[in-house]
Antibody
Framework: EVQLVESGGGLVQPGGSLRLSCAAS????????MSWVRQAPGKGLEWVSSISGSGDTTHYADSVKGRFTISRDNSKNTLYLQMNSLRAEDTAIYYC??????????????WGQGTLVTVSS | QSVLTQPPSASGTPGQRVTISCSGSSSNIGSNYVYWYQQLPGTAPKLLIYRNNQRPSGVPDRFSGSKSGTSASLAISGLRSEDEADYYCAAWDDSLSGDVVFGGGTKLTVL
């Protein structure tokens, strides 16, 4: 059974940093791309970033480019999102999602339960 | 403002057929597959339709997807109360560095 468990969310001040983790199990982690998708309170889904199965190709939404870094450790079956220079508008539930392919796409077949990030002073 | 355009709301009575539209452009829907996600209240999104019109195992055949040109639609027949949820379309966008783009979501109410 595929399981994705996010952690690392919490309250952080504007300008601060946070690292999210997503522990994966139930599939060959290195064979699939992974994505982070967020949802601000009461709003729709917004794709944030994705990374290929090998980790050599990454993509970012313009809203986070230069501030967020996606990475993965295939030996630990874990996906990460390093978030720097956080802003109030980054407040959201952050979901990690498994892609159906080795390279990034919109085919997200499994999702975690999400972790809440709140940026506020 | 989302790259893909969906109506913010839709509604129907039990047993009815409802369709939700998703409009994009040549760089996303026009040249890539469309995916639909269902988000029940208080839960994570779930894949509902992949590659325009395919259903993952476990998704009832009451749900169907279609695509034509730069638009797509999700149809739900035999509407049931448990279908009340938010529905999102998504596609890969070939512009610039490549991104996943979502629609703004459609809240479906079963009256």
């Amino acid at each position: 059974e595929v399981q994705l468990v996010e952690s690392g969310g919490g309250l952080v001040q504007p300008g601060g940093s946070l690292r999210l983790s997503c522990a994966a199990s139930g599939f060959t982690f290195s064979s699939y791309a992974m994505s982070w998708v967020r949802q601000a309170p009461g709003k729709g889904l917004e794709w944030v970033s994705s990374i290929s199965g090998s980790g050599d190709t990454t993509h970012y939404a313009d809203s986070v480019k230069g501030r967020f870094t996606i990475s993965r450790d295939n030996s630990k079956n874990t996906l990460y999102l390093q978030m720097n220079s956080l802003r109030a508008e980054d407040t959201a539930i952050y979901y990690c999602a498994k892609d159906r392919a080795m390279s990034s796409s919109a085919f997200l077949d499994y999702w975690g339960q999400g972790t809440l990030v709140t940026v506020s002073s | 403002q989302s790259v893909l355009t969906q109506p913010p709301s839709a509604s129907g009575t039990p047993g009815q057929r409802v369709t939700i539209s998703c409009s994009g452009s040549s760089s996303n829907i026009g040249s890539n597959y469309v995916y639909w996600y269902q988000q029940l209240p208080g839960t994570a999104p779930k894949l509902l339709i992949y590659r325009n019109n395919q259903r993952p195992s476990g998704v009832p055949d009451r749900f169907s997807g279609s695509k034509s040109g730069t638009s797509a639609s999700l149809a739900i027949s035999g509407l049931r109360s448990e279908d009340e949820a938010d529905y999102y379309c998504a596609a890969w966008d070939d512009s610039l560095s490549g991104d996943v783009v979502f629609g703004g979501g459609t809240k479906l109410t079963v009256l």
